[in-house]
């Protein structure tokens, strides 16, 4: 009789300090909340449907998150954490090594494995938090300023000289295909093409074009200048003419000034080419006013 009561009461022990070290294994956790600041973003810009949130973990763990376009408000273990944020969708943008903060990357698709030519992006933003803490005691809050990855370039074309032009057809050159996630800088070997959409308004061609950002060559000078934008043009009486300008120089700052457009405009002339750019930075308008479930 005792030998069975002494075989129940051990059971019971056991059973009992099991429960409590699974209880005790259990993460403590706090909540966090981000508060997005979307500043400057014209109307016709969409932020998109809501925000994709990866929270990289000390301990190498990695939380994802979802939220609206205007604030997120969730929960995580206690600790410190690296975070990537960006907006969906973005359907014409892949992601990849994504497991590691350092090295996650977005690209464009290229249009086709045989050619050089990519996609234009989506509109994409992000933002990477190096250091943000969540803790036990109440309710971390951040502000969160997501930054626009995709510059958009508008051009203005016009062929003067009393020859019937035909067609215009532009791409621009050595754009970046691929950046880095964590620091928003382009992957420098990611070069690519981009085919630039014009139509045409009288003797004037216009079009726009989105891009991640431009590259330039290391081994560029005076003598061997960049070439970005190629410009093919056919004429009436079946000649063809093709001008490539070099418009790095033009907008340096391109990386620098998130939150503006940038204007190309090329005169094409008898013997003459005269270019100008612009950056038009965005006006100072309320971002998205209503949270998308």
Known sequence: MLKHIS???????????????????????????FVY????????????????????GEDGQ??????????????????TYRVLLRNRP?????FRNEDRFEIAEAYVLPVSRAAELVEQPDWLFTAALENCEVSADGTSRLNVVPQPMVHRINFT???TGGRQVENVTGRLLNVASALNLSTGKPVTTSAGETAIPIERSGETFSGSVLIFTLLKRED????NP?????????????????????????????GDK??????????????????????????DIPGPGLPVK
């Open 62 to 79: 990695i939380y994802d998150r979802e939220s609206d376009t205007l604030f997120f408000c969730g929960s995580l273990p206690v600790g």
């Open 220 to 223: 560029s000078s005076p003598d």
């Open 7 to 33: 075989i129940g009461i051990f059971v019971l022990l056991t059973v009992v300090f099991f429960s409590c070290k699974k209880e005790n294994s259990e993460p403590v956790m706090g909540n966090l909340q």
């Open 258 to 283: 998130p939150g503006g457009d940038v204007q190309i405009e090329v005169n094409i002339g008898p013997g003459t080419v005269e270019l100008s750019a612009s950056v038009v930075e965005w006006e």
């Open 90 to 94: 973005t359907p014409g943008i892949g």
């Open 226 to 254: 960049d070439k970005h934008l190629r410009l093919d043009i056919s004429y009436a009486d079946e000649t063809d003419q093709t001008v490539e300008l070099d418009i790095y120089d033009k907008i340096l700052d391109l």
């Open 37 to 56: 600041d979307w500043g400057k973003l014209p109307a016709d810009i969409k932020s998109g449907e809501g925000m994709l949130l990866r929270f990289y």
């Open 157 to 159: 074309i016009k062929v």
